[in-house]
């Protein structure tokens, strides 16, 4: 019989080449938005801190799964293996790796790696050892072939001073930096397929989002922030015990205005109304950049000149994580985060953008053509911010 799985080794990648400073705080954050997205989630389990390791203990075998589910969407996380614990020792281990081969085919080629933490003289077995004894009493029993260089099925062993985790299986988490290490950012979501890619994108770094939603009035719709709102709660997923609620802020009249006052450089302006609205609230919440799910050439205020036409607005940073990724990339992630099927939800809307806008405009023409105090009263409408409560 195969033993039960009783623990998540969670490994982490960027965390560990900081100072030990350092990595010892993000080390507490990843452990604290582990709990948090365990709790979330309902699963019965508690996570411990072992030689810079976060360890999952579950409390009963039905809950393993899900718990290696959760480590796989905590930012921060590299991977996450689920794994029997016994002691230490030599003819244990042995044992548990052979019956582990149980559920193994004979076709399947396999290896296993041991790695060892602790005093010198802390285990009867060297690792190379291990790896040839326990090979061996798998390859007894399951006639299975080895393969060190590109086995089908890895036994991983992994010794530690007064434990032992053995895995087969490994999930593989998003990377990035734990949650909040980061500081914060609003990030500018429409509900489209690519600004809530972009605001996952940044939290995977460590920064919190406050996701922020521009109502446009006749050229948005209630539909329209139902669809943003729902893509947030989404992102929400992501980061429990944090305040990613929705804020919206109301800019149908100063859209309306744009539409009948700009021509050519109306995208423009209202990018940049966008941007000054988000560096509003930016600084009413303590964060420090504003997040768009812009790419460089996709659309026509998306161009080079137009990005330092808009970007004029504001002296915080605007971060662009999809500037290089191509829409076909971005969709396939959306889809992978969750995100897609809520931002293909059909909503009706007119049309903002004039029938020939500007793909390289100097910054002197856009000022031009704006309506007097635009930007002035983007502010005062940011000043309204209203904050949606997910039921
Ligand atoms: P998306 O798929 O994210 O809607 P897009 O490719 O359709 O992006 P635009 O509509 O030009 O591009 O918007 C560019 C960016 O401006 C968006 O990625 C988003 O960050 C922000 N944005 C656009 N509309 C809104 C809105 N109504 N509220 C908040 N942010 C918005
Ligand atoms: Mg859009």
């Known amino acids: 019989m195969v033993p039960e799985r009783d623990t998540v080794v969670v490994s982490y990648g960027e965390v560990g080449t900081k100072s030990s400073k350092v990595r010892g705080r993000m080390e507490r954050t990843l452990v604290s938005n582990l709990e948090a997205m365990l709790g979330s989630r309902g699963v019965d389990a508690e996570v411990e801190r072992q030689w810079s390791r976060p360890l999952i203990r579950v409390q009963g075998p039905e809950s393993i799964d899900a718990a290696v589910d959760a480590a796989a969407d905590t930012f921060g996380v590299v ?61 007894e029993r399951t006639g299975a072939p080895v393969d060190l260089d590109s086995p089908d099925v890895t036994y991983r062993v992994e010794a530690r001073e007064d434990e032992a985790f053995v895995s087969t299986e490994v999930r593989d988490g998003p990377g990035g930096l734990p949650l909040g290490t980061q500081g914060a950012a609003v990030a500018l979501v429409s509900g489209g397929i690519d600004s809530p890619v972009a605001a996952w994108e940044v939290m995977k770094r460590g920064c919190v989002v406050v996701p922020l939603y521009v109502d446009l009035g006749e050229f948005g719709g209630p539909d329209h922030e139902a669809r943003a709102v729902s ?46 609205i988000g560096e509003t609230v930016a600084r009413d919440v303590g964060a420090h950049a504003v997040v768009t799910g812009e790419s460089l050439g996709q659309k026509s205020s998306q161009t080079g000149p137009n990005f330092a036409v808009t970007d004029a607005v504001t002296s915080l940073p605007v971060y662009r994580p999809l500037l290089t990724r191509d829409k076909s990339d971005i969709v396939a992630q959306a889809r992978r985060i ?3 099927d809520d931002s293909t939800l059909p909503v009706g809307c007119e049309r903002v953008a004039p029938s020939r806008p500007e793909t390289n405009a100097a910054l002197a023409d856009v000022e031009a053509a704006e309506p007097e105090g635009l930007l002035r009263r983007a502010e005062e409408a940011a000043a309204d911010v209203r904050t949606v409560e997910f039921d």
Not at 254 to 262: G, H
Request: aromatic share 4%; proline share 5%; net charge positive.
């Open 338 to 340: 969750g995100t897609y």
């Open 231 to 276: 893509t947030m709660r989404r992102l929400a997923a992501f980061a429990p015990g944090f305040d990613v609620r929705p804020r919206v802020v109301s800019a149908g009249d100063l859209v309306a205005e744009l539409a009948a006052e700009v021509g050519a450089t109306r995208m423009l302006s209202l990018r940049r109304t966008m941007l000054r």
């Open 79 to 139: 991977a996450a293996r689920p794994a029997v614990t016994c002691v230490p020792e030599r003819e244990t281990l042995v044992d548990v790796l052979a019956s582990m081969a149980d559920g193994q085919r004979s076709d399947e080629s396999f290896a296993v790696r041991v790695s060892r933490a602790g005093p010198k003289d802390a285990h009867d077995f060297g690792s190379r050892e291990l790896e040839r004894v326990g090979g061996a009493a798998i390859g």
